[in-house]
Nanobody
Framework: QVQLVESGGGLVQAGGSLRLSCAASGRTFSNYAMGWFRQAPGKEREFVAAMGWSGGSTYYTDSVKGRFTISRDNAKNTVYLQMNSLKPEDTAVYYC?????????????????WGQGTQVTVSS
């Protein structure tokens, strides 16, 4: 089992920045590809960003390219999502997810472990 706990969400004005963290425990973190997803009110959960287990591959959804950056610190068992130039449409609950020994993957169904989510609200 892998336990994931997100943090770093909050309320920010449009154009601002937030850094989300996802702390993992339970298994060897470096063996897992990590993904970030989000779910806005009334919408389905959608892919945001992912990083492969070796850290060599990353993948972003088009709407966040150039604004969001995914990174990982295997020594701290943590994956981050740096979010810059935030827009009101980025408002959502953000979830991290883990997938064993994979390259960056955008398909939600491939991820086995999920965190509880952290709320990000961007005001206009």
């Amino acid at each position: 089992q892998v336990q994931l706990v997100e943090s770093g969400g909050g309320l920010v004005q449009a154009g601002g920045s937030l850094r989300l963290s996802c702390a993992a425990s339970g298994r060897t973190f470096s063996n897992y590809a990590m993904g970030w997803f989000r779910q806005a009110p009334g919408k389905e959960r959608e892919f945001v960003a992912a990083m492969g287990w070796s850290g060599g591959s990353t993948y972003y959804t088009d709407s966040v390219k150039g604004r969001f950056t995914i990174s990982r610190d295997n020594a701290k068992n943590t994956v981050y999502l740096q979010m810059n130039s935030l827009k009101p449409e980025d408002t959502a609950v953000y979830y991290c997810a883990a997938l064993y020994r994979s390259q960056a993957v955008r398909t939600e169904g491939h991820y086995k472990y999920w965190g509880q989510g952290t709320q990000v609200t961007v005001s206009s």
